[in-house]
């Protein structure tokens, strides 16, 4: 069965011949995890900073063509994204100077269990495929900080979708991809405080990031991410001004964490409620933690458990994913056991369990999920000293989380649940994923759906 990787390879039709759809969503959702601040175009999320380099109006201003007037005129009161193709950042990324073979080393930003050449591989695929190696990448911003625990990226990809012949990108989609967790301490650390703050940094940094985005450059407007990259897309949505809400034609949540039980029941989260598509595994982990009220697409994955979370995992079949009716019975049972340990704990009991955690994590001095993989052996002796030296209702409280978290995680994708998180009060799954949507878009804007099969 193909993955994102073959269709990205097989898939040759223009985005006017076949529109942007949800197995579009995951590969920029996922590129996003290349090493694309060093390569993009950056932004600058401070206002009392310029934003994207050429988007100061004084700067514009001085930069007057008198060859090209008319250009000039034109990018002064809209100026064009400072960009990149895929196809020049792929040579940046890859291409040694020495040979020019792909072979130039550098390391994605993905959760260490993800083999990072598969990352290099998408974005090799990508660069070479006449779809995508026209879309352009610009507006990287990327943002770590050890001290409010917080670990943001984002890039915009904008598509050759534009209506003019001669500039295909001019006013062509702006595709808003929010970077999930990455390997750090600090990414995950910020995931679980989720359970007892709202909002966290990187929450408030997609809606600045959003707002900058809409406020400098033309076009309609689609936002998607992966992990946490969907909950941030989602975010950045509920918190734009009406302006830019109608410029929003999709959100996608690829498996991403839900919220809080009060912010979905909010006005402003049923304003964006129908523009969201959550895609998850059958065995979702990531994707049932809090509360998701919209109707879940549950895609097919040729992995069990938390290996379910790869991108590369989700089986595709043409232009589409393919599809289960339900999500398995240990991902529905992981979503009722977590939220209800969230709920007989106080927001201080929380946070005190997350930080009780992330210390036993940290005991060896590992910063990176990866640097304690790589040495877990003799990190347990450290790791359950600082587990011993941590109060008793702690230690009960985080083991509690801990196994949670474990019998989900080694869930073999079998059985599935009783009640149906997909299926709607007359117990069908969706037939089309327009069927989510109440905003009036065309038929242009909405992804193709996915047929359910049962595998």
Same mark, same amino acid.
């Not at 917080?150 to 209506?163: M, N, V």
């Not at 083991?399 to 978290?405: D, K, M, P, Q, R």
């Given at each position: 069965?193909?993955?994102?990787?073959?269709?990205?390879?097989?898939?040759?039709?223009?985005?006017?011949?076949?529109?942007?759809?949800?197995?579009?969503?995951?590969?920029?959702?996922?590129?996003?995890?290349?090493?694309?601040?060093?390569?993009?175009?950056?932004? $600058?999320?401070?206002?009392?900073?310029?934003?994207?380099?050429?988007?100061?109006?004084?700067?514009? =201003?001085?930069?007057?063509?008198?060859?090209?007037?008319?250009?000039?005129?034109?990018? =002064?009161?809209?100026?064009? =994204?400072?960009?990149?193709?895929?196809?020049?950042?792929?040579?940046?990324?890859?291409? &040694?100077?020495?040979?020019? *073979?792909?072979?130039?080393?550098?390391?994605?930003?993905?959760?260490?269990?993800?083999?990072?050449?598969?990352?290099?591989?998408?974005?090799?695929?990508?660069?070479?495929?006449?779809?995508?190696? #026209?879309?352009?990448?610009?507006?990287?911003?990327?943002?770590?900080?050890?001290?409010?625990?917080?670990?943001?990226?984002?890039?915009?990809?904008?598509?050759?979708?534009?209506?003019?012949?001669?500039?295909?990108?001019?006013?062509?989609?702006?595709?808003?991809?929010?970077?999930?967790?990455?390997? &750090?301490?600090?990414?995950?650390?910020?995931?679980? #405080? $989720?359970?007892?703050?709202?909002?966290?940094?990187?929450?408030?940094?997609?809606?600045?990031?959003?707002?900058?985005?809409?406020?400098?450059?033309?076009?309609?407007?689609?936002?998607?991410?992966? +992990?946490?990259?969907?909950?941030?897309?989602?975010?950045?949505?509920? #918190?734009?001004?009406?302006?830019?809400?109608?410029?929003?034609?999709?959100?996608?949540?690829?498996?991403?964490?839900?919220?809080?039980?009060?912010?979905?029941?909010?006005?402003?989260?049923?304003?964006?409620?129908?523009?969201?598509?959550?895609?998850?595994?059958?065995?979702?982990?990531?994707?049932?933690?809090?509360?998701?009220?919209?109707?879940?697409?549950?895609?097919?994955?040729?992995?069990?458990?938390? $290996?379910?979370?790869?991108?590369?995992?989700?089986?595709?079949?043409?232009?589409?994913?393919?599809?289960?009716?339900?999500?398995?019975?240990?991902?529905?049972?992981?979503?009722?056991?977590?939220?209800?340990?969230?709920?007989?704990?106080?927001?201080?009991?929380?946070?005190?369990?997350?930080?009780?955690?992330?210390?036993?994590?940290?005991?060896?001095?590992?910063?990176?999920?990866?640097?304690?993989?790589?040495?877990?052996?003799?990190?347990?002796?450290? $790791?359950?000293?600082?587990?011993?030296?941590?109060?008793?209702?702690?230690?009960?409280?985080?083991?509690?989380?801990?196994?949670?978290?474990?019998?989900?995680?080694?869930?073999?994708?079998?059985?599935?649940?009783?009640? &149906?998180?997909?299926? *709607?009060?007359?117990?069908?799954?969706?037939?089309?994923?327009?069927?989510?949507?109440?905003?009036?878009?065309?038929?242009?804007?909405?992804?193709?759906?996915?047929? &359910? +099969?049962?595998?």
């Amino acid at each position: 069965m193909a993955n994102i990787i073959d269709y990205a390879r097989d898939e040759v039709r223009p985005f006017d011949e076949l529109p942007f759809n949800e197995v579009d969503a995951l590969i920029l959702a996922t590129l996003v995890y290349e090493d694309v601040a060093n390569i993009g175009p950056a932004l $600058m999320l401070d206002e009392n900073q310029p934003h994207a380099s050429g988007s100061s109006f004084a700067g514009r =201003l001085r930069a007057f063509e008198p060859e090209h007037p008319l250009i000039w005129f034109r990018n =002064l009161w809209h100026p064009p =994204l400072e960009s990149v193709s895929l196809a020049e950042a792929n040579k940046e990324l890859h291409h &040694s100077l020495s040979s020019g *073979d792909d072979d130039k080393p550098h390391e994605p930003q993905v959760v260490a269990v993800i083999d990072p050449s598969l990352t290099h591989t998408l974005f090799q695929v990508c660069a070479g495929s006449p779809r995508f190696r #026209n879309i352009r990448l610009g507006a990287v911003a990327e943002h770590v900080n050890r001290g409010e625990q917080t670990q943001f990226a984002a890039a915009t990809f904008q598509l050759p979708d534009g209506p003019s012949r001669r500039h295909r990108t001019h006013k062509g989609t702006l595709v808003i991809s929010f970077r999930g967790t990455d390997d &750090s301490f600090i990414g995950w650390k910020e995931d679980f #405080n $989720m359970s007892f703050q709202y909002p966290v940094p990187a929450q408030r940094a997609a809606s600045a990031y959003l707002d900058t985005v809409a406020r400098l450059w033309q076009g309609p407007i689609v936002l998607t991410g992966h +992990s946490k990259g969907g909950n941030l897309a989602i975010y950045a949505a509920m #918190n734009a001004t009406q302006k830019v809400q109608r410029r929003i034609r999709h959100i996608y949540s690829l498996d991403g964490p839900g919220f809080p039980r009060e912010i979905v029941s909010s006005p402003a989260y049923l304003a964006v409620q129908p523009k969201v598509t959550k895609i998850v595994p059958s065995s979702s982990i990531v994707g049932m933690i809090f509360e998701t009220p919209e109707p879940c697409r549950v895609v097919s994955s040729d992995s069990d458990g938390i $290996m379910q979370h790869s991108a590369y995992t989700w089986r595709v079949d043409g232009d589409r994913f393919v599809t289960e009716p339900d999500i398995s019975t240990g991902s529905q049972w992981f979503n009722e056991q977590l939220n209800q340990w969230v709920t007989d704990l106080t927001p201080e009991q929380r946070e005190r369990a997350v930080d009780a955690l992330f210390r036993v994590l940290h005991a060896n001095g590992a910063t990176r999920l990866g640097d304690l993989m790589s040495h877990l052996p003799a990190s347990i002796p450290s $790791m359950l000293g600082a587990y011993v030296g941590l109060t008793p209702e702690d230690r009960r409280h985080l083991t509690e989380a801990v196994a949670i978290l474990l019998r989900a995680s080694t869930t073999k994708a079998k059985g599935k649940a009783a009640t &149906s998180r997909t299926a *709607d009060e007359s117990g069908t799954a969706p037939e089309s994923v327009s069927e989510a949507h109440a905003d009036g878009g065309t038929a242009a804007d909405e992804p193709p759906s996915a047929s &359910s +099969s049962s595998q």
